[in-house]
């Protein structure tokens, strides 16, 4: 199983942007998809976005046509372009693999990079 390493979190304010990296040793769709997760405190761990090897992406209705999935095959990297934040938007961020065929969620999860958006 390919280890994945999440970055590019930080503070930002209301309105702002932030990029995330999810990078791989080696090819980073070994099981088809990327997605990326969130959990806010007190809260449950949700879906933010996936990718497939393929180019398909979802988004959760709460992110649609703010933030951006994208892959980087050359560089074993998926991406999460996230403009227009909001408060709600504050959360760890994770990245995982997926099983493109079930979207079963496969290994454990990393250390996620803190993502805080101030009013």
């Known amino acids: 199983q390919v280890q994945l390493a999440e970055s590019g979190g930080g503070l930002v304010q209301a309105g702002g942007s932030l990029k995330l990296s999810c990078a791989a040793s080696?090819?980073?769709?070994?099981?088809?998809?990327v997605g990326w997760y969130r959990q806010a405190p007190g809260k449950q761990r949700e879906l933010v976005a996936d990718?497939?090897?393929?180019?398909?992406?979802n988004y959760a209705d709460s992110v649609k046509g703010r933030f951006t999935i994208s892959m980087n095959n050359a560089k074993n990297t998926v991406y999460l372009q996230m403009n227009s934040l909001k408060p709600e938007d504050t959360a760890v961020y994770y990245c995982t693999h997926k099983r493109v065929n079930t979207g079963t969620i496969v290994g454990s999860w990393g250390q996620g990079t803190q993502v805080t958006v101030s009013s």
């Open positions: 990718i497939t090897n393929g180019g398909s992406t």
């Open positions: 080696r090819y980073i769709f070994t099981f088809g998809a």
